[in-house]
């Protein structure tokens, strides 16, 4: 009798050791409440309709709101990280609170996928960051897009406001070279917290330095702000935007202040106004469709940026199974290199092609000229 309960004890130990093996957990870090909660909310909200089988495997999410804080970041990391064991990580939401995991997660030997704006969580490339992956638009590839509209549109001299953080800083650099190379000027350039509820002063500083056009470089409804005050403060020139203000809500809180506003930003915003030969535009659509469905109001593109994290590890996981089990090194070290070699990948944003030294991996499919006409937003033929 000993001897049958002992038989059934390990044929029932190996049958649950199986089925763990047979799982993959991910965790998901999102800011869906504080500052950042507009940008982390539809994040949050994506996870339901993200694969949760691939081949054989289950995939189970874990999900954890840091508050838009990035101590908070850090903790709920440590925690997915030592104990949960998971095998991947998409988040956090925040630029400032991504740049400050990324050492935990290299450390650890865990993938992190970012989808946060600042390319600065995968440049310059090394050795801690070549464990992650962005899924969003490098700054650059939106950045070039502006300028060639700048400079189509005879604009020679531009003022920047941006937050003043890693998003904003990035923002700065990148588009200052970009600007330069086009023989356009920026003649003035501020910065601001998130949190703040005036920018005035800076304002003001750009209105005095009589620039043709201002670029805006904020994550979220804070890129709403610097463009209300300096309507409210006279300015009628050209206002750019970068893809984070990218959201429902800044058409809503900005209302016809931000009216002419020309923003690059996925094909998210237009989709009936994208070509059907696009490669992203049925997924999107689907992903739009779903969310829709399960929230009762359509996504943001921020939203977008983690379904296609849950796309890129469906695509990853296979040739990380084959070279090991869920749960130990050797498989998420398989999953990084799986990521790495992602090609022709479409999805919500554009399509991947990773490479060892870009791990972002979007070309031009992955962006669009988008201007704000008549409260919606409208496709730049």
Known sequence: ?????????????????????AQVKVGVVSSSTGPVAMVGIPQKNSVPLMPTKVGNLTVQYIPLDDGS????SVVAIKKLISEENVDAIIGPS???????????????????????????????MNE??????????????????????MAKSGIKTVGFIGTSDPYGENWAKVFTESAGRKGIKVVSSERFQRSDSSVTAQGLKVLMSKPDAVLIAAPGTPAVLPQITLYDQGYR?????????????????????VEGTVLAASLMLVLDQISDSHPSKKIAIDYVNAYEKLN??????????????????????PHAAAK??????????ALRDALEQTKDMPATQGVYNMTA????????????????????????Q
């Open 324 to 333: 090991g089990k869920p749960g130990t090194p050797a498989f998420r070290a």
């Open 1 to 21: 009798m000993k001897c049958k309960r002992l038989v059934a004890s390990v044929v029932m130990g190996a049958l649950f050791s199986g089925a763990a093996w």
């Open 237 to 257: 020139g050209k206002v750019y935007q970068t893809h984070g203000a990218a959201l429902p809500e800044f058409l809503k809180l900005g209302g016809k202040k």
């Open 296 to 317: 009762g109001s359509k996504p943001a593109t921020f939203g977008g940026n983690v379904f296609d994290a849950g796309l890129l590890l469906k695509n990853a996981i």
């Open 128 to 149: 801690q960051k070549k464990w992650v992956f962005k899924t969003t638009q490098n700054d650059q590839l939106i950045a070039d897009a502006l300028v060639g509209h």
């Open 69 to 72: 804080d990035p101590t908070a």
């Open 357 to 380: 030294a870009d791990h972002s991996g979007f070309d031009e499919r992955g962006r669009e000229l988008i201007a704000v006409k008549d409260g919606k937003w409208t496709l730049i």
């Open 94 to 124: 925040g630029s400032p609170n991504a740049m400050g995991v990324i050492q935990f997660a290299a450390e650890a030997g865990v993938p992190l996928l970012a989808p946060v704006g600042t390319a600065a969580v995968v440049l310059p």
